[in-house]
């Protein structure tokens, strides 16, 4: 969170994506991070383009910062979204609807992430919310298990044959996960819709999932 608020005054004209990854692998190692790895997507609506690639910055695009860190051997996955509008814009009425599709799956998620549920279970329940609002589910996963490592050997919250990890473990009380609702990611445009998501780190507890830390609450927005 700290990296992210951080960054947003770095945001200006003439700045590229390239330029956001140099500041924030600086910063995190002066904050003591071991190890540190960012992807960031700078994009127009319809697009999905996963950088850096150098690509200026411009109104109208979102921004996209997914980063992961290590510090005293735990490792942390988190993600975080801005929004570049000219002068008095409003942020368009199609990404303020993903993030609010993205945010109330996001509380179910954490309703439902309780110690003795296999992983499956969560995905489908968060994805369903996501297609309540009417966005079409992909094969994105909606989180995974973390430790020692961003991608952990835990519980992955995919579908349950999931190719990559199958999503049968069972969740474990005390343990650590993301929580990634995406819509539009890398890979598969679609030429109506923003690339975006958001991306939070929550402990499984008998009562469902405690954040860890303080979320994004609403798109941030930055004006040129």
Known sequence: MQLAKEITPVIRPGVTDSDLVTFLTKRAAELGATEFGVSIAVNPVGENKKGPLDRLIEPGQTIVCDMGASYQGYAA???FLWYVTKGNEEIPEILQ???E???DSLDVAIKGLKPGRPGYEVHEEAWTELERHGFLRDQHSYGHQIGGREHDAGPWLGDRANPYRPAEG????GMIVTL??????VGMPDPHMFCMGMEVM???T???AVLLHEPEKEIWVVRF
């Open 180 to 185: 990634d609702p995406t819509i539009n990611r």
């Open 206 to 208: 008998l009562s469902g």
């Open 77 to 79: 996955d988190i993600k």
């Open 202 to 204: 929550a402990e499984v």
């Open 170 to 173: 069972i969740l474990q009380e």
């Open 101 to 103: 599709a993205c945010a």
């Open 97 to 99: 609807k993903q993030w």
